[in-house]
């Protein structure tokens, strides 16, 4: 999933309007690809 | 789109499918099994069986959330979906899996809160937004689905949630590969590891498949090339005598996973002594329970369960599909009593399941073609 906006508390807005828990994965960026399963990012995608 | 696209090359796909044609002995046969439902999926989806000479057989494994849960974890379910005030939420597969008499579609349509969601942290929304209700959060899955539920519990216990509950189902992907290498039934010759669960907990926790069962594992992306070059790396290093973890979805999973999540996992989940696996039966320190530190959160402590183990039905052989033993063409209610609108087994209630994977994409109707 593309990060579209990063929120507080270790969360972002992803394509297709989901919320996203971050913490697993460090900072994030607008535009950043993660490997998103159940609501929480396990990877990052361009690492 | 990167990662996808070139993964999906039907002329790549060939040129694998004859690498793996010269890979295999003629006369021998090999048993490969996937462990992951999501390989499942893409093999029925893309029909990467049918590349694969006749010799070569991929047998499904334990792999799916939704199939594994037992139908007396689901009537625990229900049993606290039914009480008085309680919202219960569960990912949208889960809402359809047969109990001993219902599912929670069937107990939602007889009045009770069910609610689907996409993840644990929207049942924490929902209990935020209904402060006089409590919320109860049917958390199942491997490794994977996991460190979601123990993020969200980290969430509400910062936020003093006290109306957020955790109806704890997480097995772990280990202890049910050493049962299945332990079985009688089943002989296999290799193994195409998880590539969601290897996110998080690397390629080191297989390594016993090799050590102690001389048994290849590659673990594998779920694009039908991932699959095809996962096949091909189990059946090289069956050819050369060779048996290790190898990692071919390396544009994902660290060999050491992820350091994080297994931090967060740590720290809210311990194991369950047992915990009764369909097909499989009771597997020792193969599930996980809430820590004492989270008890506040637990729904088994906060309401009354039956907690009584219900038998399948009699028809159906979801736990041989489960264990390999048999595909899901030949258990007997396949496609006619036990269909993806009218599931009698889990396995054919998820897209990870096999049942469902053959049924949808019409496998079970097709002739194998020679390659």
């Known amino acids: ?47 | 789109v990167r990662f996808v696209d070139e993964f999906r090359d039907a002329e790549l796909g060939r040129v694998l499918a004859a690498e793996i044609l010269g890979t295999v002995e003629p006369g021998r046969h090999y048993k490969v099994m996937e462990v992951c439902g999501g390989h499942t999926h893409t093999i029925y989806k893309y029909g990467v069986d049918d590349l694969l000479p006749e010799n070569v057989e991929l047998v499904h494994g334990p792999g799916c959330p939704v199939c594994v849960i037992p139908m007396g974890r689901v009537d625990d379910g229900i049993a606290v979906a039914r009480q008085e005030n309680v919202i219960f939420t569960c990912f949208g597969d889960m809402m359809r899996v047969p109990g001993g008499s219902e599912s929670l579609l069937d107990a939602k349509a007889d009045g009770a809160d069910v609610r689907m969601v996409y993840s644990p942290l929207d049942a924490l929304r929902i209990a935020r937004e209904n402060p006089d209700r409590e919320v109860v959060f049917f958390a199942i899955g491997f490794e994977t689905t996991a460190p979601s539920t123990a993020l969200t519990l980290l969430r509400a216990r910062a936020e003093a949630m006290p109306n957020f509950f955790v109806f704890c189902n997480h097995v772990t992907i280990v202890p049910p590969l050493k049962a299945l290498l332990e079985s009688p039934d089943l002989r296999l010759d290799g193994f195409i590891g998880p590539g969601h669960v290897s996110t998080v907990v690397g390629a080191r926790p297989f390594e016993f498949i090799p050590a102690d069962y001389g048994k290849p594992v590659v673990i594998s992306g779920f694009e039908p090339l991932d699959l095809l070059q996962s096949v091909h790396a189990v059946l090289r290093q069956l050819g050369e005598g060779r048996c290790e973890v190898e990692n071919q979805y390396k544009r994902v999973v660290p060999y050491e996973g992820n350091p994080a999540a297994l931090k967060v996992l740590a720290q809210v989940f311990e194991l369950r002594p047992h915990f009764e696996w369909r097909g499989l039966g009771f597997i020792s320190h193969s599930a996980l329970k809430l820590t004492d530190a989270f008890a506040d959160y637990d729904a088994e402590l906060r309401y009354a369960v039956p907690g009584v183990r219900v038998a399948d039905p009699k028809a159906c052989q979801c736990g041989e599909v489960l264990k390999g033993v048999i595909k899901p063409w030949e258990c007997k209610v396949f496609g006619t009593a036990c269909t993806p609108e009218r599931p009698i087994g889990t396995c054919m209630v998820s897209s990870e399941g096999a049942c469902a994977a053959y049924y949808n994409f019409g496998r079970f109707a097709r002739e194998r073609e020679v390659v």
């Open chain 1, 1 to 47: 999933m593309v990060v579209l906006e990063v929120r507080q508390q270790g969360t972002a807005l992803c394509e297709g309007d989901v919320e996203v828990m971050t913490d697993l994965v460090g900072p994030v960026e607008y535009g950043d690809r993660l490997l998103v399963h159940a609501g929480v990012a396990l990877q990052r995608l361009d690492a």
